[in-house]
């Protein structure tokens, strides 16, 4: 994991396998953002921001229920854990699930170090679900709100004071980002890009990958229009999924060639599926 000191009172935690982590230093308490997916990488990170700002951790938010978000929990037990409804039924399954060998074997095509996560992995319920909007934070600093797009419980957490951005799933920057959920809706997630485009903050943290500013969250926007305009073309035509797969005109996206996962196919295979 690597910390990147975003500015006074944020710190981005990439992660390689999991999720990225997000701590805001408030006036008087730490709130997090994202668990990442191993319990013991996450309890370091909390350790270490407790010790630099001096402060002590108050609550945990969830950006979305998606387990390489949510499985590093257990290292926010004792915190006051946030997220979203429409979030619950993924979570619960999850929480009451028996992580069996063939579980655990078939997450570590997506995720290589599940195995290690499963061993420390400590879940439960978060203690408080918020329908469209709340605030977070002693002096309700951070307002939370669902926008959905990447799945339909998909959140955003908005720092106003630092005019910074997290955005969870919404955004996946170096890699190429996974929209292969039923409840992915393509439409909605432009829609939010370009509002975030509008309000041109001075950083934009990802669920995956480094901070981005406003010319990059450009090129991400215009990737999803190019990809929804050209599939439904393809489809409308009447070629088949295979073909649309293998199709010259996809555009090639915003990532580096050797950043495309084993899961971009698959998230073309749910749009095309998904097209009205
Ligand atoms: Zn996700």
Same mark, same amino acid.
């Given at each position: 994991?690597?910390?990147?000191?975003?500015?006074?009172?944020?710190?981005?935690?990439?992660?390689?396998?999991?999720?990225?982590?997000?701590?805001? @230093?408030? /006036?008087?308490?730490?709130?997090? +953002?994202? !668990?990442?997916?191993? #319990?013991? %990488?996450?309890?370091? =990170?909390?350790?270490?921001?407790?010790?630099?700002?001096?402060?002590?951790?108050?609550?945990?938010?969830?950006?979305?229920?998606?387990?390489?978000?949510?499985?590093?929990?257990?290292?926010?037990?004792?915190?006051?854990?946030?997220?979203?409804?429409? @979030?619950? /039924?993924?979570?619960?399954?999850? +929480?009451? !699930?028996?992580?069996? #060998?063939? %579980?655990?074997?078939? =997450?570590?095509?997506?995720?290589?170090?599940?195995?290690?996560?499963?061993?420390?992995?400590?879940?439960?319920?978060?203690?408080?679900?918020?329908?469209?909007?709340?605030?977070?934070?002693?002096?309700?600093?951070?307002?939370?709100?669902?926008?959905?797009?990447?799945?339909?419980?998909?959140?955003?957490?908005?720092?106003?004071?630092?005019?910074?951005?997290?955005?969870?799933?919404?955004?996946?920057?170096?890699?190429?980002?996974?929209?292969?959920?039923?409840?992915?809706?393509?439409?909605?997630?432009?829609?939010?890009?370009?509002?975030?485009?509008?309000?041109?903050?001075?950083?934009?943290?990802?669920?995956?990958?480094?901070?981005?500013?406003?010319?990059?969250?450009?090129?991400?926007?215009?990737?999803?229009?190019?990809?929804?305009?050209?599939?439904?073309?393809?489809?409308?035509?009447?070629?088949?999924?295979?073909?649309?797969?293998?199709?010259?005109?996809?555009?090639?996206?915003?990532?580096?060639?050797?950043?495309?996962?084993?899961?971009?196919?698959?998230?073309?295979?749910?749009?095309?599926?998904?097209?009205?």
């Amino acid at each position: 994991m690597s910390y990147e000191g975003v500015s006074k009172s944020v710190v981005l935690a990439q992660n390689k396998y999991g999720s990225n982590s997000v701590c805001i @230093s408030l /006036e008087n308490e730490l709130i997090f +953002v994202d !668990a990442g997916m191993n #319990t013991t %990488i996450a309890s370091e =990170f909390r350790k270490n921001m407790e010790e630099k700002f001096g402060k002590k951790a108050s609550t945990l938010i969830l950006t979305h229920g998606h387990i390489d978000h949510f499985f590093g929990m257990g290292a926010f037990s004792d915190l006051t854990v946030i997220a979203p409804k429409t @979030s619950k /039924e993924k979570i619960e399954r999850y +929480v009451t !699930a028996e992580f069996t #060998t063939e %579980i655990i074997a078939s =997450f570590e095509i997506y995720f290589p170090t599940f195995k290690a996560a499963a061993k420390v992995a400590k879940l439960f319920m978060p203690s408080i679900w918020f329908e469209n909007e709340m605030a977070a934070g002693k002096n309700q600093e951070i307002q939370i709100q669902v926008t959905g797009g990447h799945t339909n419980c998909s959140s955003s957490i908005y720092f106003q004071q630092e005019k910074i951005l997290i955005a969870g799933d919404l955004l996946q920057v170096e890699v190429s980002p996974y929209f292969g959920e039923p409840d992915n809706d393509m439409g909605l997630w432009i829609q939010t890009l370009k509002l975030w485009e509008k309000m041109s903050l001075d950083a934009y943290l990802p669920g995956h990958g480094p901070k981005i500013d406003v010319n990059y969250l450009v090129k991400v926007r215009e990737f999803f229009e190019q990809i929804l305009e050209t599939v439904t073309k393809l489809k409308a035509k009447g070629l088949t999924v295979k073909e649309v797969l293998e199709h010259p005109s996809l555009p090639s996206g915003y990532w580096p060639r050797g950043a495309t996962k084993l899961a971009y196919q698959m998230s073309i295979v749910n749009l095309y599926k998904h097209l009205r």
